[in-house]
């Protein structure tokens, strides 16, 4: 017989905390313990979204304080500084957004972490508190450029809130990232046009596009299923592990054209002086802010300026492990040895077990004739510098 369908569960702390009950020895790579979901459900009722049968429309929320005890414990056991939200709609609740920022700032933990939402749940005191709480990079699901697609798609959003709050991204000084849909059935040429006109003029620093696949769960696949255009055998058959809406010449070029677009407008994504300038005076000092410049500032190798950025994090947060290893990279880079192994040490000093810094402590340790431990496959050592590469492990993004 069938499992009777079960009422959502309305407290999740009631969960646990997978970490607390994972060895590290359990895991190929403890970086993975870097993905948190802290909420389940989405009120969205996109065709092509499984969240809602899955999780169902009404969204629950894990407590501020079980998060950061999370965020706590992560950073106890196995130095993880670095945090990746997987939840649909992060910024959903405003005041539980606004409440875990302001336990974020008062742990003392300085972590830096990435999340997903949607275009319709941002505003500015929002943005602002997440960047203050390290927040360096989000995402959203756009899924496209025309207003009469994303009607076919039932987004429920248009491109009106997307455009606002992705500039509203830009103004608070985080990176942005964007998921786009085709291969759509109905799509023209000159809707893939409209897609590629919106990621000119929003500039986003990461694009995932991707052909539009029908999932069990979606209304877009039980409306195939019911008109006979997907066997109900399809899975076992065929042995694939997704259906595309729409296999033909224009998908592969809608795909490679923005490809393109997006590559270029990556290139183009990068904040100016003037705009580092001006998130400085509006925001005063921010962790997130320096880490940005210093980097910018190290892509043309202007490296006194990178140097003054790393070391004003030290100096104001000097319980912040990423000042520390961002300027050891830094001196590395530039041949200077000692000092940047004092740094790296103060970096394992604040987040013992760290395992990017482990890693380079074993790689600087080899230069030395020392025997290298284990690699971790944790964050690349780029750190913040393109955060899509710590979002590729995740998968496809959201779909809500």
Same mark, same amino acid.
């Given at each position: ?70 965020? #706590?414990?992560? #950073? ?239 100096? #104001? ?9 961002? #300027? ?73």
């Amino acid at each position: 017989g069938r499992t009777l369908p079960q009422p959502p569960l309305e407290d999740l702390d009631a969960i646990g905390i997978p970490a607390e009950y994972l060895e590290a020895d359990f895991l190929n790579d403890v970086g993975q313990l870097a993905y948190l979901s802290t909420s389940r459900g989405c009120p969205a009722t996109c065709n092509f979204c499984n969240t809602p049968e899955f999780w169902g429309t009404s969204i629950r929320f894990r407590s501020a304080p079980s998060v950061l005890r999370e965020l #706590r414990l992560l #950073r106890e056991r196995h130095g993880l500084t670095y945090f990746s939200f997987r939840d649909d709609t992060f910024t959903a609740n405003r005041g539980r957004v606004l409440e875990l920022m302001a336990g974020i700032m008062g742990s003392g933990l300085h972590p830096l972490w990435n999340c997903q939402s949607r275009v319709n749940l941002v505003d500015e005191d929002r943005l602002v508190a997440m960047k203050r709480a390290g927040c360096e990079f989000m995402q959203f699901g756009v899924e496209h450029g025309s207003e009469r697609v994303l009607a076919l798609l039932d987004k429920g959003t248009d491109l009106r809130h997307a455009r606002r709050a992705l500039s509203l991204v830009r103004k608070v000084g985080m990176n942005v990232g964007i998921y786009l849909i085709t291969g759509i059935p109905g799509e023209t040429w000159a809707d893939v046009e409209e897609s590629a006109a919106f990621i000119r003029d929003t500039r986003p620093s990461d694009c995932q596009i991707s052909p539009l696949a029908l999932y069990p769960g979606t209304r877009m696949f039980n409306q195939y299923r019911a008109e006979g255009r997907i066997r109900k055998d399809f899975y076992r058959a065929s042995g694939d592990a997704e259906i595309f809406a729409r296999v033909d010449g224009h998908t592969e070029k809608a795909l490679r054209h923005l490809d393109q677009v997006a590559q270029r407008a990556k290139a183009n994504s990068r904040f100016t002086p003037a705009e580092f300038a001006e998130q400085k005076r509006w925001l005063g000092f921010c962790a997130v802010t320096n880490l940005l410049c210093g980097e910018a500032a190290e892509e043309e190798d202007r490296w006194v300026e990178a140097e003054a950025e790393y070391a004003e994090v030290i100096a #104001r947060e000097p319980a912040n492990p990423w000042g520390f290893l961002k #300027r050891a990279l830094l001196r590395d880079k530039r041949g200077q040895v000692d000092s940047a192994r004092a740094d790296l040490a103060e970096v394992l000093a604040l987040a013992p077990g760290n395992p990017e810094a482990t890693e380079l402590a074993a790689l600087w340790g080899l230069k030395r004739g020392k025997a290298r431990s284990k690699k971790s496959a944790h964050r690349p050592t780029g750190v913040m510098k393109g955060s899509e590469a710590f979002l590729h492990k995740v998968g496809s993004g959201p779909d809500d």
